[in-house]
């Protein structure tokens, strides 16, 4: 939702590339201005070694003790030294950056992708949940999922003529290119490494009990349909697919990478089969049509979200609707018969900016009653897509079901509103609310576990061409002194105060420095990867402690920022870690919170009774602060 960042210590990556930087900017179409020529925008800088490997001590600093500490800075004084193995490194990515527009992005899009074999469903590709909505037919159901098609042809137009304005980040225009990779985009499975197939096409795949169709939305005379004819063309489906079917190819999609490229290089020894996959590769997106989960028989909103969560990253497994899936495809909607609407998102063409702005123009499009302005003469019938299923790949099947219903098994979802307040307050006391916000984080973790939490977010490096993300380690000295003294009965009000200024400001710092390009992350990754590149032995910096606590990310978050009351979710990027996707709104705030059940040290009830407490303490804190002044 990513997720590289254990991959350049040699630990097994859980892929989490939380989504989306809250430094930037939303587009609003209103003002839409032609996008940025791509080739104006600088490339991504190589950081001096210096000012990374100093920026390094201080962030792995909390997690070490002292003896441990004196070992790391003497490996970063030696990695550093004029004429050792760093400098070396250093050079070599320096050559590299001139010789490449981007000198990470390839290396990104393999090393945190296309190259990480863990399913794509939990460990990568995040969910996002939108507004519930009460269908009590099914036609209202077909009728919301023609609309959300429609909304989402209109969106593409946007992008396909550059209409989609260019996102700023201060005076920096940002790359948007990512914009022209969410739709007709395919991941395809590969051993031991993915490629991506790019497609513009003029249909959809729509998937309904396990069965796979395709449906054009464009007629025979090239005219885009109704919205009456899609509620037609999806009427037909579901005649034609009443009954669940057992060949539910789409489930081979959530399974480890490898066995799915297994089982795709069965299923494409048959031309049927090839065929039938070319289609969903090609197809604009995937619309599931889900059963009913009962959203209504949940007791309150909590019970509903974590609901709403679980389908959307993982369709709650084989028994409920994650055969009706087809995970590889960058957008895939999910609307379901009592409600449940949002999507899934395969992460490896972008971050999460162009599928929130999608988000929020879906859902004003439909509650603003909009409707297709075209009627065409000519709709195409769905064609329902034929598999040929061996033995062979019909036991493949049987076992994706089992190795995703233990997936579902073992993560933990508490998604939530935080309602006492929300991002108004904290302007109103002049604090960044996403550095107030991951300081929280930090404070929660701290309260439960008495240990420093490495802590990761992503800032977007769009102001360079081909930019990804870079890391924010929000856990610093400053967080875990703010933490200590907020829990010291014996600290004032004063004193806590100015120990919360200090660690947000901190954590401004270090995000305005990664927002550049400057943070350490990318930057000791290229050096590993060099080194690799060059036949170079990996130096004993990554497996140092400090190396691997540090990149132990036990707190993965992100700001992913939609208007509507929606958000957010994925799983954790550790076994014994935490997943926090936030969407501060005006007067509240929605949380949506992972952990893993087979690790006994995390539990995300805790987790969230520790977020809200550490959200209540500083609050009254600033209160106090503000009342002692008056």
Same mark, same amino acid.
């Given at each position: 939702?990513?997720?590289?960042?254990?991959?350049?210590?040699?630990?097994?990556?859980?892929?989490?590339e939380p989504y989306v930087s809250s430094l930037q900017m939303s587009s609003h179409y209103s003002s839409a201005k032609p996008a940025v020529n791509v080739q104006?925008?600088?490339?991504?800088? &190589?950081?001096?070694?210096?000012?990374?490997?100093?920026?390094?001590?201080?962030?792995?600093?909390?997690?070490?003790?002292?003896?441990?500490?004196? &070992?790391? *800075?003497?490996?970063?004084?030696?990695?550093?030294?004029?004429?050792? &193995?760093?400098?070396?490194?250093?050079?070599? #990515?320096?050559?590299? +950056?001139?010789?490449?527009?981007?000198?990470?992005?390839?290396?990104?899009?393999?090393?945190?992708?296309?190259?990480?074999?863990?399913?794509?469903?939990?460990?990568?590709?995040?969910?996002?949940?939108?507004?519930?909505?009460?269908?009590?037919?099914?036609?209202?159901?077909?009728?919301?999922?023609?609309?959300?098609?429609?909304? +989402?042809?209109?969106?593409?137009?946007?992008?396909?003529?550059?209409?989609?304005?260019?996102?700023?980040?201060?005076?920096?225009?940002?790359?948007?290119?990512?914009?022209?990779?969410?739709?007709?985009?395919?991941?395809?499975?590969?051993?031991?490494?993915?490629?991506?197939?790019?497609?513009?096409?003029?249909?959809?795949?729509?998937?309904?009990?396990?069965?796979?169709?395709?449906?054009?939305?464009?007629?025979?005379?090239?005219?885009?349909?109704?919205?009456?004819?899609?509620?037609?063309?999806?009427?037909?489906?579901?005649?034609?697919?009443?009954?669940?079917?057992?060949?539910?190819?789409?489930?081979?999609?959530?399974?480890?990478?490898? +066995?799915?490229?297994?089982?795709?290089?069965?299923?494409?020894?048959?031309?049927?089969?090839?065929?039938?996959?070319?289609?969903?590769?090609?197809?604009?997106?995937?619309?599931?049509?889900? *059963?009913? &989960?009962?959203?209504?028989?949940?007791?309150?909103?909590?019970?509903?979200?974590?609901?709403?969560?679980?389908?959307?990253?993982?369709?709650?497994?084989?028994?409920?609707?994650?055969?009706?899936?087809?995970?590889?495809?960058?957008?895939?909607?999910?609307?379901?018969?009592?409600?449940?609407?949002?999507?899934?998102?395969?992460?490896?063409?972008?971050?999460?900016?162009?599928?929130?702005?999608?988000?929020?123009?879906?859902?004003?499009?439909?509650?603003?009653?909009?409707?297709?302005?075209?009627?065409?003469? *000519?709709?195409?019938?769905?064609?329902?897509?034929?598999?040929?299923?061996?033995?062979?790949?019909?036991?493949?099947?049987?076992?994706?079901?089992?190795?995703?219903?233990? #997936?579902?098994?073992?993560?933990?979802?508490?998604?939530?509103?935080?309602?006492?307040y929300g991002k108004n307050f904290i302007k109103s006391q002049k604090l960044s609310p996403d550095s107030y916000l991951q300081m929280a984080m930090q404070y @929660?973790?701290?309260?439960?576990?008495?240990?420093?939490?490495?802590?990761?977010?992503?800032? @977007?490096?769009?102001?360079?061409?081909?930019?990804?993300?870079?890391?924010?380690?929000?856990?610093?000295?400053?967080?875990?002194?703010?933490?200590?003294?907020?829990?010291? +009965?014996?600290?004032?009000?004063?004193?806590?105060?100015?120990?919360?200024?200090?660690?947000?400001?901190?954590?401004?710092?270090?995000?305005?420095?990664?927002?550049?390009?400057?943070?350490?992350?990318?930057?000791?990754?290229?050096?590993?990867?060099?080194?690799?590149?060059?036949?170079?032995?990996?130096?004993?910096?990554?497996?140092?402690?400090?190396?691997?606590?540090?990149?132990?990310?036990?707190?993965?978050?992100?700001?992913?920022?939609?208007?509507?009351?929606?958000?957010?979710?994925?799983?954790?990027?550790?076994?014994?870690?935490?997943?926090?996707?936030?969407?501060?709104?005006?007067?509240?705030?929605?949380?949506?919170?992972?952990?893993?059940?087979?690790?006994?040290?995390?539990?995300?009830?805790?987790?969230?009774?520790?977020?809200?407490?550490?959200?209540?303490?500083?609050?009254?804190?600033?209160?106090?602060?503000?009342?002692?002044?008056?």
């Amino acid at each position: 939702m990513i997720r590289g960042m254990n991959k350049i210590c040699g630990q097994r990556s859980f892929l989490v590339e939380p989504y989306v930087s809250s430094l930037q900017m939303s587009s609003h179409y209103s003002s839409a201005k032609p996008a940025v020529n791509v080739q104006n925008l600088p490339r991504l800088p &190589v950081p001096k070694l210096t000012d990374t490997l100093n920026k390094y001590l201080k962030t792995v600093r909390p997690h070490l003790k002292d003896e441990e500490f004196a &070992v790391t *800075s003497q490996l970063i004084q030696s990695f550093g030294a004029e004429g050792g &193995v760093g400098q070396k490194l250093q050079g070599l #990515l320096e050559r590299r +950056a001139q010789e490449h527009s981007n000198w990470l992005e390839e290396w990104w899009l393999l090393t945190a992708y296309l190259e990480y074999r863990d399913p794509v469903v939990v460990y990568s590709s995040p969910g996002l949940v939108f507004p519930f909505r009460k269908f009590n037919t099914q036609d209202e159901q077909l009728k919301y999922a023609a609309k959300t098609l429609l909304a +989402a042809l209109e969106y593409k137009a946007l992008i396909d003529s550059d209409k989609i304005p260019t996102e700023m980040m201060g005076k920096n225009p940002l790359d948007m290119l990512q914009y022209k990779k969410i739709f007709g985009t395919c991941r395809i499975p590969g051993d031991k490494k993915d490629k991506l197939s790019f497609n513009d096409s003029k249909h959809v795949t729509v998937i309904h009990n396990n069965h796979i169709f395709h449906v054009d939305l464009w007629g025979e005379d090239n005219v885009v349909l109704s919205e009456d004819q899609i509620i037609q063309q999806l009427r037909r489906v579901v005649e034609l697919s009443k009954t669940p079917t057992d060949q539910a190819i789409g489930v081979l999609t959530s399974e480890n990478r490898d +066995a799915w490229a297994k089982a795709y290089e069965l299923l494409t020894k048959d031309k049927v089969n090839r065929n039938s996959l070319e289609d969903v590769e090609k197809s604009i997106v995937v619309l599931c049509l889900d *059963s009913a &989960v009962g959203l209504w028989d949940c007791k309150d909103k909590n019970a509903q979200q974590n609901l709403a969560a679980a389908q959307t990253i993982h369709g709650g497994g084989s028994r409920s609707n994650g055969r009706n899936r087809w995970f590889d495809k960058t957008v895939q909607f999910i609307v379901g018969a009592d409600g449940i609407t949002g999507l899934t998102y395969e992460h490896s063409p972008a971050e999460g900016q162009p599928i929130a702005v999608l988000t929020d123009f879906v859902i004003n499009y439909i509650d603003q009653g909009k409707q297709g302005q075209s009627v065409s003469a *000519s709709p195409k019938e769905p064609v329902q897509l034929k598999f040929n299923v061996t033995n062979e790949v019909s036991t493949l099947i049987q076992t994706a079901d089992e190795s995703l219903d233990r #997936l579902v098994s073992n993560l933990e979802l508490n998604c939530f509103t935080y309602e006492k307040y929300g991002k108004n307050f904290i302007k109103s006391q002049k604090l960044s609310p996403d550095s107030y916000l991951q300081m929280a984080m930090q404070y @929660a973790f701290y309260r439960l576990h008495k240990t420093p939490g490495a802590h990761y977010e992503s800032a @977007a490096t769009r102001m360079y061409i081909g930019g990804r993300t870079e890391t924010i380690r929000s856990c610093s000295i400053e967080s875990i002194e703010f933490a200590k003294t907020m829990l010291d +009965a014996q600290s004032s009000p004063k004193q806590k105060l100015a120990a919360l200024q200090k660690a947000i400001q901190g954590h401004k710092d270090y995000t305005v420095q990664a927002l550049q390009g400057f943070g350490v992350d990318r930057h000791l990754l290229g050096l590993k990867l060099i080194a690799k590149e060059n036949g170079i032995d990996i130096p004993n910096l990554y497996t140092d402690a400090g190396f691997i606590k540090s990149a132990h990310m036990r707190i993965s978050t992100s700001q992913v920022a939609c208007k509507c009351d929606g958000f957010m979710c994925y799983g954790p990027l550790v076994p014994d870690g935490y997943a926090t996707c936030y969407n501060p709104r005006d007067n509240d705030i929605n949380f949506a919170t992972s952990s893993f059940l087979s690790n006994s040290e995390t539990a995300c009830d805790k987790y969230r009774a520790a977020l809200e407490q550490s959200l209540q303490d500083m609050h009254d804190v600033l209160l106090q602060n503000t009342k002692a002044k008056l």
